[in-house]
């Protein structure tokens, strides 16, 4: 007989509860789980529901949700951080942890309000362009030269896409977009897919807010001045070092993304308890208000964000805190680690926003300030991700199968393309003194290379 479990009676159970939620730990790497009091009440009621029903991973269905909520904001705030500098709730996120530990039915779950949004949308899109094609066809019989007003589709969210499809969709919904991932490695590998050109570039641009110029070959040139695009994906642990490759460890792109890597995940048994329809109501509604904001335009169609600002007392915990971590980045004796803590800087500003945006929606809070308690939970969620960061550094950089290379075979494994011929890496191999059999015995190695096509290898690392 399935259980089902009363809201009321729910909450009452996770307040007496909770705690038990906060006891792993791990040696290593000190990690603790993500750090859910940061949300509103309703939204910490909400994740321990999908956890205690549904098993959902708190660290997965957090992060969820604060994806969630930096594309329901989109372009309607920014946060003022000094004259001159606005920041955006742009967020890229990753959900990483071994096969069926359920990390994409927390994504399904926090997007499904958004998503469901995009379907009526789509609908109502449809239903005009039959009126569109109608309405057109009468005006040829009747030979009336002028142009019915041709619908336009408006979604947020976007899985399957290239990049002229990104730009089109963005122009048509100012207010931002969000890039919707299972398998985080497809969004590297759609990265000059369709062009020659450096979308990491672009992606690293879109990051920091910088406007976007496209030149089409058909249709008018866009300009988006004001870009908005998070992303969110889900990876198993084996794959991180994926990230790493074709030069995104080196160009600091991987130090914009948001790791929940949870300790000590193990598959879960199946509960038959069910979360009640009031839980899932309640979530849906949270993101309804943020959706529903609307996006105001200037004369030239350009979005014009609400600015919110800190107050003083959260001012100065804010500039607290950036010096102690401009003494870690000082003191700290790895380039890798010192880009992660510096971009730190900056998404602690844009937690603050999400944040202070969440408690609004929620109705625990205006939304025009960040107060004290804000930045106090923002430094929280900053502290948590600055160690799922480092517990992915150390993850990806120990037990390397390069460890065990010779200096000579480092030297060529380092200088070999990421994809290379047979023909070409046996250049490499001779001008660094590695002989022509054992360089192709060494290709063999299944831990360094993988075999692309018929004399065509690939480094794994």
């Given at each position: 007989m399935t259980t089902r479990i009363s809201h009321t009676e729910f909450i009452e159970d996770i307040e007496q509860n909770q705690n038990r939620f906060y006891q792993l730990s791990n040696e290593e790497y000190n990690v603790e789980p993500f750090p859910i009091h940061v949300f509103p009440e309703s939204l910490q009621y909400v994740i321990l529901a999908t956890h205690e029903c549904l098993k959902y991973p708190i660290d997965f269905i957090s992060s969820a949700i604060l994806y969630a909520i930096s594309i329901s904001i989109g372009n309607t705030h920014k946060i003022k951080i000094k004259e001159s500098w606005l920041?955006?709730?742009?967020?890229?996120?990753?959900l990483a942890?071994?096969?069926?530990?359920?990390?994409?039915?927390?994504?399904?779950?926090?997007?499904?309000?958004?998503?469901?949004?995009?379907?009526?949308?789509?609908?109502k899109y449809k239903a005009e362009m039959l009126e569109y094609i109608k309405i057109k066809e009468m005006k040829k019989q009747e030979k009336n030269e002028e142009e019915p007003l041709k619908p336009i589709l408006q979604k947020t969210i976007l899985s399957d896409y290239t990049p002229e499809v990104i730009i089109e969709i963005h122009q048509n919904n100012l207010k931002g977009l969000g890039i919707y991932m299972d398998e985080f490695v497809g969004w590297f590998k759609n990265f000059n897919r369709y062009n020659k050109g450096n979308e990491q570039e672009s992606w690293l641009s879109n990051w920091s807010g910088k406007s976007i110029i496209s030149d089409r070959k058909t249709g008018d040139p866009i300009y988006i001045s004001s870009p908005f695009i998070s992303v969110i994906g889900t990876i198993q642990i084996a794959r991180l070092n994926e990230i790493i490759k074709e030069s995104r460890g080196d160009s600091g792109f991987i130090d914009r993304i948001l790791f929940a890597i949870p300790d000590s995940l193990q598959k879960e048994y199946w509960t038959?308890?069910?979360?009640?329809?009031?839980?899932?109501?309640?979530?849906?509604?949270?993101i309804n208000q943020l959706l529903d904001m609307p996006i105001f335009k200037d004369e030239y169609h350009r979005p014009i964000a609400t600015i919110v600002e800190f107050s003083n007392e959260a001012k100065e915990l804010l500039f607290e805190w950036q010096r102690k971590n401009t003494d870690l980045c000082r003191s700290v004796d790895n380039e890798s680690l010192e880009g992660i803590y510096s971009k730190l800087e900056v998404y602690i500003s844009r937690f603050c926003l999400i944040l202070q945006l969440a408690k609004w929606a929620a109705g625990e809070e205006g939304k025009d300030i960040i107060s004290k308690?804000?930045?106090?939970?923002?430094?929280?969620?900053?502290?948590?991700?600055?160690?799922?960061?480092?517990?992915?550094?150390?993850?990806?950089?120990r037990n390397s199968p390069k460890d065990k290379l010779s200096k000579d075979k480092l030297k060529v494994y380092e200088v070999l393309p990421e994809k290379f011929k047979t023909e070409i890496g046996l250049k490499i191999a001779l001008v660094n003194g590695l002989k022509e059999r054992n360089f192709k015995n060494w290709l063999n190695d299944k831990d360094l290379f993988a075999k692309v096509s018929h004399g065509e290898y690939e480094k794994l690392y």
């Open positions: 920041e955006n709730a742009v967020v890229y996120v990753c942890g071994r096969a069926g530990t359920n990390k994409s039915h927390p994504l399904s779950f926090a997007l499904k309000p958004i998503l469901d949004k995009d379907f009526l949308l789509s609908q038959d308890i069910n979360i009640s329809s009031e839980t899932v109501t309640d979530y849906t509604n949270f308690d804000t930045i106090i939970k923002a430094i929280a969620l900053t502290e948590y991700f600055r160690k799922t960061a480092e517990k992915v550094y150390y993850t990806i950089n």
